[in-house]
């Protein structure tokens, strides 16, 4: 059992940045970052693959955040840059344990989840 523990998030005025962290216990696949708003259901927001040769962005986030990944820390990271109000949401960590890059928007598709770390960005 993988355990994912995010961290980073916080208050951000808009057009600012936020750089979240997700460490995990031990390696792991591709791994995702997933949010979810007061009264919405949880979305894609990017992946990476294990190598972190590919990466996938939601078109709501494409050229402003981006996704990483320090395997020797088992470790993947999302920058935020260019924030806006409808960024606010609970971020979480998703990691796949078995070895595919296939439906990597997809939360069924994700093995363990962290607990998720919070992101508000003021107007």
């Known amino acids: 059992q993988v355990q994912l523990v995010e961290s980073g998030g916080g208050l951000v005025q808009a057009g600012g940045s936020l750089r979240l962290s997700c460490a995990a216990s031990?390696?792991?696949?591709?791994m995702g970052w997933f949010r979810q708003a007061p009264g919405k259901e949880r979305e894609f927001v990017a992946a990476?693959?294990?190598?972190?040769?590919?990466?996938y962005y939601a078109d709501s986030v494409k050229g402003r955040f981006t996704i990483s990944r320090d395997n020797a820390e088992n470790t993947v990271y999302l920058q935020m840059n260019s924030l806006r109000p409808e960024d606010t949401a609970v971020y979480y960590c998703?990691?796949?344990?078995?070895?595919?890059?296939?439906?990597?928007?997809?939360?069924?598709?994700?093995?363990?989840w962290g607990q998720g770390t919070q992101v508000t960005v003021s107007s």
């Open positions: 998703a990691a796949r344990q078995y070895a595919s890059n296939e439906k990597l928007s997809e939360l069924p598709h994700y093995d363990y």
């Open positions: 031990g390696p792991t696949y591709a």
């Open positions: 990476i693959t294990l190598s972190g040769g590919s990466t």
